[in-house]
């Protein structure tokens, strides 16, 4: 065997029954993960859920008080030596009187690998002699992104990614991240931006309270709370009145348009003409991310 074909045949990330504790805080409750090479995966969940706990322990900075975490069946402090891993944190720390080009530098020499190319594929090659002090916060990320790369790992962990940037920067990384990902490499990203998470990731995993609730395609996360969306055009309607309709779970108004959350769209829609006939531009959608994110997180308030 190859080992090109061994490293398919290994998983990317393998978390089996992995519990941690802080004091008397459990952030990580006997959670299971498994990703296979050239996956594009987001985690989700609320502030506390262990997420970042998740990224430490990924990384080879934390230990599990129990269970196990391999990289490409390594030990993560292993697998990050080896080049194998590249991590971009939101507050990892960039020396503010180096240059971009030589703090990239730095950990392109413990890796042998050119700075170049890194620079290039993050975006920053005309910030190459900019101080970093001198650097806005988008450009910041854009170069933590540039260090992450600069060692061609197999497997990109990133932690709110495109916070700080721009509209039009935060695209630019997109697509150089859809570039980086065509070539087959792994990509575990944590993001509050789930309009990303709906669009990019080949796979959703929700973390609430140190374990896994829901893991998916979107669709298939989505799927887990029934229910439809529908709009209209509802002339003197108050929220209460719609939210007493059949088939409506909520309702809310803004500037003469509700929003009905339904568990019977079709009880809901004919309700809703038979007492509001002057109802318009009526519009039904399938709950998306966000609707199910919420749903799921909601939970842990029960």
């Known amino acids: ?47 506390g859920a262990g997420k970042s706990t998740a990224v ?103 932690d709110e990614p495109t916070a700080a940037m721009d509209v039009e920067t935060r695209r630019q990384f997109w697509r150089s991240m859809r570039d980086y990902t065509d070539a087959g490499r792994t990509v575990l990203f944590a993001t509050h931006y789930l309009e990303e998470a709906e669009e990019f990731a080949d796979r959703v995993v929700l973390v609430r309270r140190g374990r896994v609730a829901a893991d998916g395609t979107v669709a298939q996360v989505r799927a887990t709370v029934a229910g439809r969306t529908l709009t209209a055009a509802v002339p003197g309607a108050t929220a209460d009145r719609l939210a007493a309709l059949p088939g409506v779970r909520s309702a809310q108004v803004r500037a003469g348009r509700a929003e009905l959350a339904c568990a019977d769209s079709d009880a809901a829609v004919r309700a809703l003409l038979a007492a509001h006939p002057g109802a318009r531009d009526i519009e039904i959608s399938a709950l998306g991310l966000e609707d199910a994110f919420l749903a799921l997180t909601a939970q842990e308030q029960k």
């Open 56 to 158: 430490d322990l990924l990384l080879g900075l934390a230990r599990p008080d129990s269970g196990s975490v391999r990289v490409f069946g390594l030990d993560p402090r292993a697998a990050v030596v080896a080049g194998r891993v590249g991590a971009m944190l939101q507050d990892g720390a960039l020396l503010p009187d180096a240059t971009v080009a030589e703090v990239v530098g730095m950990v392109a020499a413990l890796h042998r690998q050119p700075v170049g190319a890194a620079l290039d594929r993050a975006g920053v090659g005309d910030l190459a002699g900019r101080r970093c002090a001198a650097l806005s916060g988008g450009q910041k990320q854009r170069v933590r992104f540039a260090v992450a790369l600069v060692s061609e790992p197999d497997l990109l962990v990133l």
């Open 1 to 47: 065997m190859t080992q090109t074909q061994q490293r398919t045949r290994v998983p990317a990330v393998e978390v089996s029954g992995v519990r941690k504790r802080f004091g008397e805080v459990r952030a990580l409750d006997g959670i299971d993960l498994t990703i296979a090479p050239g996956e594009v995966v987001a985690l989700l969940g609320p502030n």
